[in-house]
């Protein structure tokens, strides 16, 4: 929700939502680098075919500063194709690379799964799955 926020910020002041990020971490070289990178690895700023969008994101959890860029296309009867999901993190010091890059695939599984078919049932007042069982995550 706060990067779709940052994007409609950039609407409005008529930038590119990457541009405007990098305007916003300014004074961090870090989160900067991340981004930056991001971006590079996605090609952003070339054009896509017709019917294909992008979108990019930047993140603090944990100490974790991550970046990503989204790819999607619109197919004939409206649905969603997801192309591509091009991450950027730098986690500081890292143990096990694996452990580190399963927690960020995981993290994508997890948004995607909340944005494009996650759903979560209320009735008198309270949620309908109890616990993540009931909930449908993408594979």
Same mark, same amino acid.
Do not use: C
């Given at each position: 929700? $706060?990067?779709?926020?940052?994007?409609? $910020?950039? *609407?409005?002041?008529?930038?590119?939502?990457?541009?405007?990020? *990098?305007? $916003?971490?300014?004074?961090?070289?870090?989160?900067?680098?991340?981004?930056?990178?991001?971006?590079?690895?996605?090609?952003w700023g070339t054009p896509?075919?017709?019917?294909? @969008? *992008? @979108?990019?994101?930047?993140?603090?959890?944990?100490?974790?500063?991550?970046?990503?860029?989204?790819?999607?296309?619109?197919?004939?009867?409206?649905?969603?194709? $997801? *192309?591509?999901?091009?991450?950027?993190?730098?986690?500081?010091?890292?143990?096990?690379p694996g452990i580190a890059?399963?927690?960020?695939?995981?993290g994508v599984v997890w948004?995607?799964?909340?944005?494009?078919?996650?759903?979560?049932?209320?009735?008198? @007042?309270?949620?309908?799955?109890?616990?993540?069982? @009931?909930?449908?995550?993408?594979?």
């Amino acid at each position: 929700a $706060l990067e779709s926020f940052v994007d409609e $910020l950039a *609407r409005e002041a008529v930038q590119d939502p990457y541009l405007y990020r *990098r305007a $916003l971490l300014a004074h961090d070289a870090r989160a900067l680098a991340v981004l930056d990178a991001a971006a590079s690895r996605a090609g952003w700023g070339t054009p896509l075919p017709a019917g294909q @969008g *992008r @979108g990019i994101a930047f993140a603090e959890a944990f100490g974790t500063l991550l970046a990503q860029v989204v790819e999607l296309a619109v197919e004939p009867g409206k649905q969603i194709r $997801l *192309r591509r999901v091009v991450t950027a993190a730098d986690a500081g010091r890292v143990y096990d690379p694996g452990i580190a890059a399963s927690n960020i695939e995981g993290g994508v599984v997890w948004a995607l799964s909340g944005a494009l078919k996650g759903e979560v049932t209320f009735a008198e @007042g309270r949620a309908v799955p109890t616990n993540f069982d @009931g909930y449908d995550v993408m594979r």
